[in-house]
């Protein structure tokens, strides 16, 4: 357990600004210091959103630095890597994704071949906002031009189920790496030739290789590649950003249409493809399978993104949100999966503990629709656990205790996004 961080919440601020500053490269924030040393892309979306309010300036320079590896299809990958740092400091590392040899990859910027929860057009609005609703044009017109061709990735190379959502080819590409929703559809992919833990991680890294032999193709993927999933939370933070991009066409003088067009499309199919009415949650979709995976996890709450979601749907999201299933029985919640769930465990990544990426993403959710009861619970917990614990990677949902990485970037954003939110409210 690190250090309890006493006194009132301009101490916290403080303190979470530190660690911002201490994990400040020169051109990105690294998540924490040692064990991740490069920048990952929707860290740093969670991140421009907490230096908005810190340091403006620093806030663009993070996108900027992140957006010069998106590829020309539009995929903006998942790891930027820091080219000062040891090619084998962290794995999988360049050696293994190989971007420099892939036509659409950037020049003189090593990058991954995946993507992550598309939360930036989010971000930017944030950041936006943070500053007044005054836009800096000189930053927000190219960058908008980066986010469309992010969207437009999304939308042409990655919707293999044909419903209107984009799926996901690696569990790497959720954010919630070791959920237990990615046991099922990962038993379908052969390890054999990718030893690298023993274990499913053995899978994780043929499916790489997969990916790469066949040049990250939009083809393989549709056709060949064994790993396709509809996740809710990728899907739901799609729209949030969707619906961003809307707002932020408006301040470059852009045409907001053809988004809110595609806001429309992806609230439709979210609510017929992954929406589950007799559970009461949105489930992750097997593309390859076409079954609805029956794992209940946190990413089941993240649609209350969508602020267009029935209320026939909120209500009973609110109701096992708040249940003994999840925030009811963990005096830290939320925990990231079912506590009655087999896969559940307090204390492995993704499978158990509580996050404050996500708790912030579902606060987002609930005060969009008015759910105050939920909204402050989620701002009360997650202040009280880095209060406790520190700005840790995870925690333990039933003692708070910290765990993973110690000085965790995006913890220390969002409390910095959740205590403004709080004196302006």
């Known amino acids: 357990m690190g250090p309890r961080l006493t006194g009132d919440e301009t101490a916290l601020w403080v303190a979470a600004a530190r660690v911002l500053d201490a994990n400040w490269t020169g051109a990105a924030t690294v998540p924490s210091p040692g064990l991740y040393p490069h920048q990952w892309s929707w ?125 996901l080819c690696h569990p790497w590409e959720s954010g919630l790496d070791d959920s237990p929703v990615w046991d099922s559809p990962l038993a379908a992919v052969d390890p054999r030739g990718a030893a690298y833990s023993g274990g499913d991680h053995d899978r994780y890294v043929a499916l790489v290789a997969g990916m790469r032999a066949a040049g990250y193709r939009a083809e393989y993927l549709r056709d060949d590649h064994p790993f396709v999933v509809e996740d809710p939370l990728f899907n739901a933070v799609y729209l949030a950003s969707t619906h961003a991009l809307a707002e932020l066409a408006d301040l470059t003088g852009a045409d907001p249409r053809p988004h809110r067009e595609a806001a429309d499309r992806i609230h439709g199919a979210l609510l017929e493809r992954l929406w589950d009415e007799s559970a009461g949650c949105f489930r992750a979709r097997d593309v390859r399978t076409g079954c609805l995976i029956p794992e209940t996890t946190v990413a089941g709450f993240a649609p209350l993104l969508d602020p267009e979601l029935p209320a026939a749907v909120v209500r009973p999201l609110a109701d096992l949100l708040l249940s003994a299933r999840f925030a009811g029985a963990t005096g830290y919640p939320v925990p990231t999966c079912d506590i009655q769930s087999e896969a559940f465990d307090r204390g492995a ?55 993973g990485s110690h000085d965790f970037s995006s913890s220390a954003a969002l409390v910095l996004d959740l205590l403004t939110a709080r004196r302006g409210s």
Request: hydrophobic share 40%; aromatic share 12%.
């Open 43 to 167: 860290d740093s979306a969670f991140i421009g959103i907490g230096l908005a309010h810190h340091l403006p300036e620093r806030a663009r320079t993070e996108f900027l630095s992140l957006f010069r590896g998106q590829w020309a299809t539009g995929l903006l990958p998942h790891i930027v890597f820091n080219p000062t740092e040891a090619r084998d400091a962290y794995f999988p590392g360049p050696e293994v994704w190989r971007s420099a040899a892939q036509p659409a990859a950037p020049r003189g910027v090593d990058t991954s071949g995946l993507t992550q929860p598309p939360l930036h057009a989010l971000a930017a609005l944030r950041m936006v906002q943070a500053s007044g609703g005054t836009a800096d044009r000189a930053f927000l017109t190219p960058l908008y031009s980066c986010l469309v061709a992010q969207h437009a990735y999304l939308a042409r190379d990655r919707d293999i189920g044909g419903g209107g959502l984009a799926s």
């Open 349 to 403: 990544y993704w499978r158990g503990p509580t996050w404050v990426n996500t708790n912030w993403l579902l606060w987002f959710g609930a005060c969009a629709h008015g759910l105050g009861t939920v909204a402050d619970l989620l701002f009360g917990s997650t202040v009280r656990l880095v209060r406790q614990s520190g700005f840790r990677e995870y925690f333990d949902p039933f003692d708070g205790s910290g765990r």
